[in-house]
């Protein structure tokens, strides 16, 4: 059985096993922290009955006027736990916590492009590929820019696709 609950300060000891993927981000603690005490309900995990961390999700929300949404900062699974479905899962209370607490636009997230089973899944999830970042990933590889639009955006505009690239200095950052 998962409990998936909300991240505490004791959980950052608890799990190394999650962000051993190579493509999983790795942060430093100042940085997990600020999210759990700024956004602690955009920071949950899933964890196994053994008390083992089986995957988290941390985010934000940012923007202004029409660009208000939630982010997606990491959502990751560790490899012996994957196809249960624990990332769907998280997803969606991050979406559920950006349109009934926060009423955002959007909710959107950066992905590798080599990364074909995140993205796969993603689009599963109802994400559209809003526009390509070059040289995102440590000034090398491409970003994907991901949005889900959600129901304060009736007319979708949040999600209709960037006709070129973009370079990370374009991205608006709040």
């Not at 090398?140 to 006709?163: F, H, N, Q, T, Y």
């Amino acid at each position: 059985m998962t409990t998936i609950r909300r991240f505490c300060c004791a959980d950052l000891l608890r799990f190394t096993n999650v962000n051993l993927d190579h493509l999983t981000e790795t942060f430093n603690m100042p940085f997990y922290l600020t999210y759990l005490a700024r956004w602690p309900d955009y920071f949950h995990v899933a964890e196994g009955p053994n008390g083992r961390i089986m995957g988290y999700i941390m985010g934000k929300v940012e923007g202004q006027g029409e660009s208000w949404h939630g982010h997606v900062t990491a959502v990751t699974v560790a490899p012996e736990y994957r196809r249960q479905q624990l990332a769907k899962k998280l997803m969606n209370i991050l979406e559920e916590v950006t349109e009934k607490t926060y009423n955002a636009f959007f909710v959107d997230l950066f992905v590798r492009a080599s990364n074909a089973p995140a993205i796969q899944m993603y689009e599963k999830l109802g994400y559209v590929i809003y526009r390509r970042v070059l040289r995102y990933y440590s000034g090398e590889e491409d970003g994907l820019d991901m949005r889900k639009a959600m129901p304060r955006d009736v007319d979708k505009k949040s999600v209709i696709p960037m006709k070129r690239p973009v370079t990370p200095e374009e991205l608006e950052y709040d």
